[in-house]
Nanobody, 115 residues
């Protein structure tokens, strides 16, 4: 069955960096576009970034463009989100997502940006 496992979250000061990982299994990872979403306390889940099957094309929410970078390693069945210049408003649970006949989500990883 499809499984997505996020890791790499934590507490970081404003201006700092984190790299999130999403380990995928149970499907042919290289055939499917992947996405990152996030959900802040009291808010709806929102799109962060997406990447095509080969990684040749990416897209970002306006609020993270220029600071976050999505990438993938198809040999390792893993997707990444490099987050730089983090701000307190980036505090959220970050989820990876794939749509294979239906939408699948990981359990999320908490990112807290605070001094």
């Amino acid at each position: 069955q499809v499984q997505l496992v996020e890791s790499g979250g934590g507490l970081v000061q404003p201006g700092g960096s984190l790299r999130l990982s999403c380990a995928a299994s149970g499907f042919d990872f290289s055939r499917w576009p992947m996405r990152w979403f996030r959900q802040a306390p009291g808010k709806e889940r929102e799109f962060v970034a997406t990447i095509t099957t080969t990684g040749s094309s990416t897209d970002y929410a306006a609020s993270v463009k220029g600071r976050f970078t999505i990438s993938r390693d198809n040999a390792e069945n893993t997707m990444y989100l490099q987050m730089n210049s983090l701000k307190p408003e980036n505090t959220a649970v970050y989820y990876c997502n794939v749509h294979v006949e239906r939408s699948y989500w990981g359990q999320g990883t908490q990112v807290t940006v605070s001094s």
